[in-house]
């Protein structure tokens, strides 16, 4: 029968599943005032991907994510969201803000900072309040709905921030060193919470920071950023399994091999590493 | 607790002091400018807690609620629209600084010339009087919006008039209230002017009839009663800042 023929094949070069780029990157250049600080940022990620990018503190990670979002103009190159040029920031695109505690707004409570975004978009109150009370759940917040945001502890205000941006529910989030100014206990369960959300939702990640072990622990792949003006030094698969674990993962050799890697590429020292 | 008790004992006791100084100091006086605060009084009760409490209270207090409101409410909105398209502000605010340099009763006789003398003309007055004030302060409520605020509100999809709405209009409103109280003494000073000349009734009429008629202690009736509205509508406008404050303030306790 005709239909034994076999089913239109994808095209040879199309990439294996789960190799869609989402986001591409291509000669990114960017400064102030003539004081160049993007210098030339070329990156792919993919779809479903967790990628973390590394870079040194003041090396531009921030005026690179308002680039990607659409959110800063750039001298030149291209960024592309889903194969289209970047302009604005595109609907699919949701951003965790490096200052949490001001990407909130404090006349509003918790629950209202989680709808506001869901208010202009094409859904019912119904399901935006279901969307909201989801996103919140999963963070661990449900009880705390009705507060103020500036009466939760720094790691919970990070919670809400994530939350604010799931309910959105984008196919790219990028997160700019959301975890930098939360307590070290607080961070590993963010950590593993982030994980545990990027498992569970059909998600891609590009999760911005300067540490290290936490670009390891939670990435697919590592970025890792020069010094001003800023490029990109080496690109690195983490070969780590998943599930990771705070303890047995960052015990094991190759977490300890390839931090030593990251370490050198960011041209750290052997001290400075140890 | 004792502390608290003091706060509300002192203001109080020194209020006492005082008006029991003028009571003694004016008692014997019989200077035609300055009558003896028992003929003050006599006069504001004659004068305040009778049926002219309304026919010549009322439209003072109208006009100048009618006034701000209108003053406040052009102030916001041109003030915000200012504040929030940073592009306009370097080319307005040259003429916003030569606005605010000007005395606001300056604007009566002009206004009389193109309104009249009627009530269109001292709302009108009073209006462009509380104008500059809160559209000042608009415009820097309006620009103190978090950069981050309006990623943030750009990422998640607000347009234009959601960002104003969600963000910027809350920003500004603790600024805005700022405005509004020192724009307040402005539209009372202002009312009585515009009263002064052209009235058949009001605070300024009544002022300007006693005095040129030398009824003294009826004037100074009167000038004691706009102290009275003036503190008590002064501690409204404070007290509503602080709820306001509290509400669309950054960090507090509340
Ligand atoms: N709006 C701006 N105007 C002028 N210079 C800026 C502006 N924003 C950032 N810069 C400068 O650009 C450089 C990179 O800043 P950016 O905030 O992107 O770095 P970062 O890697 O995110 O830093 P951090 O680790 O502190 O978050 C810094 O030197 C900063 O001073
Ligand atoms: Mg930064």
Redesign the pocket.
């Known amino acids: 029968m005709a239909e034994t023929a076999p089913p239109p094949a994808v095209a040879p070069a199309a990439a294996p599943a789960g190799r869609t780029p989402i986001l591409e990157v291509d000669g990114l250049r960017k400064g ?2 003539g004081d160049p ?1 993007l210098d030339g940022i070329s990156l792919q990620v993919f779809e479903g991907e967790f990628v973390s990018v590394v ?1 040194p ?8 994510l308002r680039c990607l979002a659409g959110l800063l103009p750039f001298e030149s190159g291209t960024v592309r969201i889903d194969g289209a040029a970047v302009t604005g920031p595109p609907a699919t695109l949701g951003i965790v803000f ?1 200052d949490y505690s001001r990407s909130l707004l404090p006349w509003l409570s918790v629950r209202d900072n989680v709808r506001l975004p869901l208010r202009y978009q094409a859904i019912s109150k119904k399901q935006a309040a279901a969307q909201a009370d989801e996103a919140l759940e999963s963070v661990g917040l449900a009880a705390d709905g009705h507060k103020r945001p500036w009466q939760l502890s720094g790691g919970m205000q990070q919670r809400v921030a994530i939350a604010r941006a799931l309910a959105y529910r984008p196919r790219l989030l990028l997160m ?2 959301p975890f930098a100014s939360v307590d070290a206990q607080t961070r590993v369960e963010l950590e593993d919470l982030m994980l545990r959300l990027w498992s569970e939702r059909a998600m891609t990640i590009a999760f911005v920071t ?1 540490d290290i072990d936490e670009a390891i622990y939670l990435g697919d792949r590592i970025v890792a950023l020069t010094r ?1 003006p800023t490029g990109i030094r080496e690109t690195m698969t983490v070969d780590l399994p998943r599930p990771r674990d705070q303890i047995a993962t960052k015990a094991t050799e190759r977490f300890a091999e390839l931090r030593a890697s990251v370490f050198t590429a960011l041209g750290h020292h052997e001290e400075a590493a140890g | 607790m004792n502390r608290r008790l003091w706060a509300i004992a002192l203001p109080v006791l020194t209020t006492a002091a005082a008006v029991a100084l003028w009571w003694t100091a004016s008692a014997s006086s019989t200077s035609l400018y300055f009558p003896p605060l028992s003929d003050i009084l006599e006069a504001f009760r004659a004068n305040w807690l009778s049926r002219q409490l309304t026919d010549i209270v009322v439209p003072s207090l109208w006009r100048v609620g009618l006034g701000m409101a209108l003053g406040t409410a052009l102030g916001v909105a041109i003030g915000t629209l200012i504040g929030a398209i940073r592009r306009i502000e370097s080319y307005v605010q040259p003429q916003l600084e030569f606005m605010r340099a000007l005395p606001p009763i300056l604007v009566i006789p002009p206004m009389i010339l193109v309104l009249g003398t009627g009530d269109t003309m001292k709302i009108g007055v009073i209006a462009a009087s509380a104008l500059w004030p809160v559209l000042l302060a608009a415009v820097d409520g309006a620009r103190s919006v978090e950069p981050v605020r309006d990623d943030m509100a750009r990422v998640f999809g607000l347009g234009r008039w959601a960002r104003f709405r969600w963000v910027v209009l809350p920003t500004a409103v603790p600024h805005i209230w700022g405005g509004v109280q020192a724009a307040m003494p402005i539209a009372f000073v202002v009312m009585i002017a515009s009263e002064y000349y052209s009235s058949t009734n009001g605070l300024g009429y009544f002022l300007s009839q006693t005095s040129t008629s030398f009824r003294l202690a009826d004037m100074w009736s009167a000038i004691v009663l706009l102290g009275v509205i003036g503190v008590a509508v002064n501690s409204l406008v404070a007290y509503a800042g602080r709820r306001l404050d509290r509400r669309f303030g950054e960090y507090t306790d509340g």
């Open positions: 102030y005032g600080v870079g503190s003041g090396c531009g990670k921030t005026t690179m490096q700019d060193e300067h001003r």
